[in-house]
């Protein structure tokens, strides 16, 4: 990740919103009620050099997606999804953030809420 690049969510009017109420919704510790149910995922993301901005907000878009954080070193981003069950988190994440153009590495953990 290139330094001074900005990857903030008011490029979007729209991402905005929705970080907010996915954020008010963690902070009142009403996980239930986060869209997805309980399985979960991250994506560990490296991008091509000058791609980062671009991946970011594309992976953004993708439902199912609930927090994308910039991070230094091997990986670019941490990319958060939840669903109903894994084959869901799966989907959303091999299948539609793997694709992204512009990400050149990618590795899958997945998670469960007990």
């Known amino acids: 990740m290139q330094s001074g690049i900005r990857l903030g969510l008011d490029t979007e009017c729209d991402s905005m919103n929705k970080r907010s109420e996915l954020e008010k919704l963690k902070k009142e510790k009403d996980l239930d009620?986060?869209?997805?149910?309980?399985?979960?995922g991250y994506a560990l993301v490296a991008t091509e050099p000058m791609k980062e901005h671009d991946v970011y907000n594309e992976i953004l878009a993708i439902n199912g997606v609930?927090?994308?954080m910039p991070v230094f070193g091997e990986y670019d981003l941490v990319v958060k999804a939840v669903g109903d069950d894994f084959n869901i988190v799966n989907n959303i994440l091999n299948?539609?953030?793997?694709?992204?153009s512009g990400i050149y590495n990618f590795k899958v953990l997945s998670g469960f809420r007990l």
């Open 66 to 68: 609930v927090e994308i």
């Open 95 to 100: 299948k539609q953030v793997g694709k992204v």
């Open 33 to 40: 009620q986060i869209p997805g149910g309980r399985a979960f």
